[in-house]
């Protein structure tokens, strides 16, 4: 019923930027929250950012290790949400995904929190 598809990943050197989105269909972004998680290789899935609905105000939250470097935001015209990363440092480098967050969960930063996911979009970054 739901679908997520991401993209806009790409190797790219310490330093530079990418804009990564995630386009839905069959759910109506701006009536649930949004977030985006990143793994790499060998590590449990990481959450990034999360937007909340917004009938709560589309308030933004992030990690600590992607702080004022990242910003998530949501075009509902387009009904897509999006992940512009700056200052990439190679420690970003991951598979980035997005999910739905579950309606009536408390939480925001945990994967168990979230549902729908896309496929993910691959981003590397070289030192």
């Known amino acids: 019923q739901v679908q997520l598809v991401e993209s806009g990943g790409g190797l790219v050197q310490a330093g530079g930027s990418l804009r990564l989105s995630c386009a839905a269909s069959?759910?109506?972004?701006?009536?649930?929250?949004m977030g985006w998680f990143r793994q790499a290789p060998g590590k449990e899935r990481e959450f990034v950012a999360a937007?909340?609905?917004?009938?709560?105000?589309?308030?933004?939250y992030y990690a600590d290790s992607v702080k004022g470097r990242f910003t998530i935001s949501r075009d509902n015209a387009k009904n897509t949400v999006y992940l512009q990363m700056n200052s990439l440092k190679p420690e970003d480098t991951g598979l980035y995904s997005c999910?739905?967050?579950?309606?009536?969960?408390?939480?925001?930063?945990?994967?168990?929190?979230?549902?729908?996911w896309g496929q993910g979009t691959q981003v590397t970054v070289s030192s």
């Open positions: 999910a739905l967050r579950r309606p009536g969960r408390p939480g925001m930063r945990s994967p168990d929190d979230y549902t729908y």
């Open positions: 069959g759910r109506t972004l701006s009536s649930i929250g």
């Open positions: 937007i909340t609905s917004a009938s709560v105000g589309s308030i933004t």
